[in-house]
């Protein structure tokens, strides 16, 4: 099996990627956080808060499949290239 290199550009790149989704999953979990406080306050935010939750908990999932397929594209991996067992 050969091994594939990343460059200096491409880690830069996979970096950045990753800030940014770090950054919108922790305000996605700030906002779901400061509805459930309120939402136990007034049960009348519990609707936006159930709103919310389904709305960025598939784009925090699709976010980081993105990322995982880039940084498997960038490292020359494919999904199914994972060991199942531990020899």
Sequence with gaps: MSEKTISDAE????????SEIKHSVNNAL???MALSEMSQRRPD???KLASTVLTKAPQIVSSLQEFTEALNEKAGLKPEGFPTTIA
């Design 11 to 18: 880690l830069k790149e996979l970096q950045a990627k990753y």
């Design 30 to 32: 700030a906002v779901m």
């Design 45 to 47: 935010y519990a609707e």
